[in-house]
């Protein structure tokens, strides 16, 4: 067995003794090492859905995961046994006209961690894909490693702008994934990362972790800015 928190109705999280996740063939169990807090989980916890996806039933949230691979299926090489991933939290159904052609993030049929009815990662153990387990270096944390998932959100953002050496950036809003995306454009090359927010206290920080201007948009205009993207 294994230990999980479960969101049992909006507002109600309970420490629940599970089942481990059976494994299928072409997956890994994961031992859970960190776990992020996304604003889905926050918003399900809070609301009790987003959108159309309803939390109906008992769901285990958490979907941005770091761990260690306890167990492998019958078609997985045993030499993973032990190896520190990153999981890429979703399982498409690999047949569907998206999924060959290679935009599984658009699979009708995708289950993803956490969002009603797939658990997510608030427990001890889950399961995924052995391919969506990646190896990650010694010298990166666990806790590192679970933020690789918002992490990919920000490099994407910036691979679809086209963000190369020397452009300007302006980024809407100085949440987590609005710095990280300002973090991933310094990477790229950005040389002027403006980020707007309405918290004062965001925008602070937005100015140590990677943008170079902040701009309040309650009192700040962005007309005129000129940026690239
Ligand atoms: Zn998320
Ligand atoms: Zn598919």
Redesign the pocket.
């Known amino acids: 067995t294994m230990r999980a928190a479960v969101l049992k109705r909006q507002g109600v999280i309970a420490l629940e003794t599970l089942a481990v996740p059976q494994l299928e063939a072409d997956q890994v169990l994961v031992q859970v090492a960190a776990v992020g807090v ?3 989980d926050v918003h399900y916890y809070e609301h009790g859905r987003i959108g159309d996806y309803v939390v109906d039933h008992p769901l285990i949230l958490g ?2 995961l770091s761990g260690r691979i306890a167990a492998v299926g019958d078609a997985v090489d045993p030499a993973r046994i032990g190896k520190r991933v990153a999981v890429e939290p979703q399982r498409p159904c690999r047949t569907c006209t998206q999924c060959r052609a290679g935009r599984y993030n658009l699979c009708p049929d995708i289950e993803f961690y956490a969002t009603p009815p797939i658990d997510g990662a608030f427990a001890e153990y889950v399961t995924i894909q052995s391919d969506f387990a990646y190896d990650i270096p010694d010298n990166v944390s666990d806790e590192a490693a679970a933020l690789i ?2 992490l990919s959100v920000g490099l994407w953002a910036c691979e679809r702008a086209g963000i190369r050496p020397g452009r300007r950036v302006l980024i809407a809003g100085a949440g987590p994934i609005g710095i990280i995306t300002a973090q991933a454009a310094r990477a790229f090359g950005a040389t002027e990362i403006y980020i707007t927010d309405i918290a004062e206290d965001r925008l602070a920080f937005a100015l140590e972790h990677g943008a170079t201007h902040v701009m309040n948009a309650r009192t700040d205009g962005v007309e005129g800015l000129d940026v690239d993207a």
């Open positions: 996304c604003g889905s979907h941005e998932e918002p």
